[in-house]
């Protein structure tokens, strides 16, 4: 299995970037994905996760209303819209990969795989 994150990027505040996640290996729509995040000093943090089968999306609350999760299943791939970004969202980017999907999908100790990850930086 593997998930190769992408689209990061230096963006200033306000703007926008897509991250992909496209994974390998197995089939997409059986499986949770997750993004995390990771800022210089801090420990990594859950963002967003879109469960498998239902397509139920779930985001943290400093997201809310920014991100947006959603699946291309034919084409595998897991993306996250971020808008309105801010110096705050800057971060390394993850995206992970479940079988079922865990209510506790913002700790990333319930992820089976991790792509590798992906810098976001938003300048002010």
Wanted: glycine content about 10%; some cysteine; charged content about 20%.
């Amino acid at each position: 299995v593997q998930l190769q994150a992408s689209g990061g990027g230096l963006v200033q505040s306000g703007g926008s970037l897509r991250l992909s996640c496209t994974v390998s290996g197995i089939r997409l729509a059986n499986w949770a994905i997750g993004w995390f995040r990771q800022a210089p000093g801090k420990e990594r943090e859950g963002v967003s996760c879109i469960r498998n089968v239902s397509g139920q999306k779930y985001y943290t609350e400093s997201v809310k209303g920014r991100f947006t999760i959603s699946r291309d299943n034919a084409k595998n791939t897991v993306y996250l819209q971020m808008n309105d970004l801010q110096p705050e969202d800057t971060a390394v980017y993850y995206c992970a990969a479940r079988a079922v999907f865990h209510l506790n999908w913002y700790r990333d100790d319930v992820y089976d795989y991790w792509g590798q990850g992906t810098l976001v930086t938003v300048s002010s």
